[in-house]
């Protein structure tokens, strides 16, 4: 029974990781403010 307890908070905590960054995305879409072609910095790692 506790095994199963602790399986389910594991895939929880998972699972809300994976929704916030989801929701992130979606909101990035919306917002329109990066576009394609656009160079981004990011802790030092230059995307294109």
Do not use: E, R, T
């Not at 029974?1 to 919306?30: E, H, K, P, T, Y």
């Not at 329109?32 to 790692?45: A, F, H, P, Y």
Request: charge should be negative.
């Amino acid at each position: 029974m506790a095994g199963s307890a602790a399986l389910l908070v594991g895939i929880g905590l998972g699972l809300q990781n994976l929704f916030s960054d989801f929701v992130s995305g979606i909101i990035i879409l919306i917002d329109s403010s990066i576009k394609v072609g656009d160079i981004l910095d990011v802790d030092g790692l230059i995307c294109q």
